[in-house]
């Protein structure tokens, strides 16, 4: 009877595999204004901002109104977006001006704008006043003092730098450089201090895990983890081509991984397994996980027209389900 036995095992590890992962519940869609083309997402003062290159604005999204609260309209190509919320300024990188436009949060207005030598791309904020911000074009990373509105260190990468994560712990930058198949290692001086050269090609999205000490990379065709310490990979999951965002909800340790039509979900627990792939209704490489109201928000275009698709994750067996009043009223 030992063969019944190993399949009864099997069964309950892929059972517990996919309780694991949150399931996801479409729960609304809302109209952008504006034409299709989102760059990168973040949160501030409980808002979703959403950089909108399709409609040269930055987009301010209420996520419990369910609608778009402000549009800074103006802004040429605005592509990466960093927030100091508690100086009460985002930071949003104006491709096509070569310029940072500096918005306050308080009237969600354009307050400033910064001049650069090149085309800014990704940003990261490290909460010291200082912005490193990425050219793609010229392939470098520099590092603005945001004090003096002056850079004060510049690498050259020698790739084509991509994303941007940071690791606060050791105040060290983590950059994917999309045609030298890389991740590269920077350090505040802006020295490359250690290069991890993947068995993958064009790598794009990442995100850092500070509990498992991960890097998780979206490359052609597949999702990777890798150590932040040597480079070694630990794991891979097959992935749709063309994910080049991701967010990962650090309670429930779900990545969430967006991709031309699609997204995904999966467990990422010192190991990587795929939850479940959703065919969206909208085309869109951009999300975000709303940790405060549980909420994942999956930008995209449909029919020529800018939507926002919002997804709430299945509540475990034995819980209760939705406490939005919205979802309350409709049920």
């Known amino acids: 009877m030992r063969f019944p036995r190993i399949v009864l095992s099997i069964l309950l590890l892929c059972t517990a595999l996919f309780a694991a992962t949150p399931q996801l519940r479409q729960i609304g869609m809302v109209n952008i204004p504006g034409a299709p083309g989102f760059g990168e997402l973040t949160f501030c003062n409980g808002m979703l901002l959403l950089t909108h290159p399709g409609a040269s604005a930055v987009d301010v999204f209420d996520p419990v109104k369910r609608r778009v609260v402000a549009q800074i309209a103006g802004l040429q190509a605005p592509r990466g977006i960093a927030t100091d919320e508690k100086g009460g300024r985002v930071y949003v990188a104006d491709h096509g001006s070569n ?3 500096v918005i306050a949060t308080d009237s969600w207005k354009v307050v400033d704008s910064i001049g650069l030598t090149g085309s800014p791309d990704s940003l990261l904020y490290d909460s010291a006043g200082k912005l490193y911000w990425t ?20 690498t050259d990468t020698g790739g084509t730098p991509r994303e941007l994560e940071w690791d606060g712990a050791r105040k060290l930058v983590f950059a994917t450089l999309q045609d030298t198949h890389q991740v590269i290692v920077v350090d505040p001086e802006l020295k490359i201090v250690n290069r991890f050269t993947l068995n993958a090609s ?7 895990d500070p509990q498992y000490h991960e890097l998780y990379v979206a490359v052609r065709y597949a ?3 890798i150590s932040a310490d040597t480079g070694a990979e630990i794991d891979r999951v097959a992935a749709p081509a063309g994910i080049d ?4 909800d ?3 340790h779900t990545l969430y991984a967006a991709s031309e039509g699609s997204l995904l979900t999966l467990n990422a627990k010192g190991r990587l397994s795929l939850g479940d792939e959703i065919l969206t209704q909208v085309k869109g490489d951009a999300v975000a996980y709303d940790a405060d109201k549980h909420l994942v928000l999956f930008p995209g275009g449909r029919e020529g027209k800018s939507k ?22 409709a049920r």
């Open 245 to 248: 965002r991701m967010w990962l």
């Open 308 to 329: 926002l698709i919002i997804f709430r994750p299945m509540a475990p067996q034995g819980q209760s389900g939705s406490d939005d009043p919205q979802e309350a009223k």
């Open 99 to 101: 310029s940072i436009a």
């Open 202 to 208: 064009q790598p794009t999205g990442l995100v850092y």
């Open 223 to 225: 999702v990777l983890a």
């Open 135 to 154: 050219d793609s074009d010229a392939g470098t990373i520099s590092l603005l003092d945001l004090h003096t509105k002056q850079d004060v260190a510049r």
């Open 250 to 252: 650090p309670d429930s």
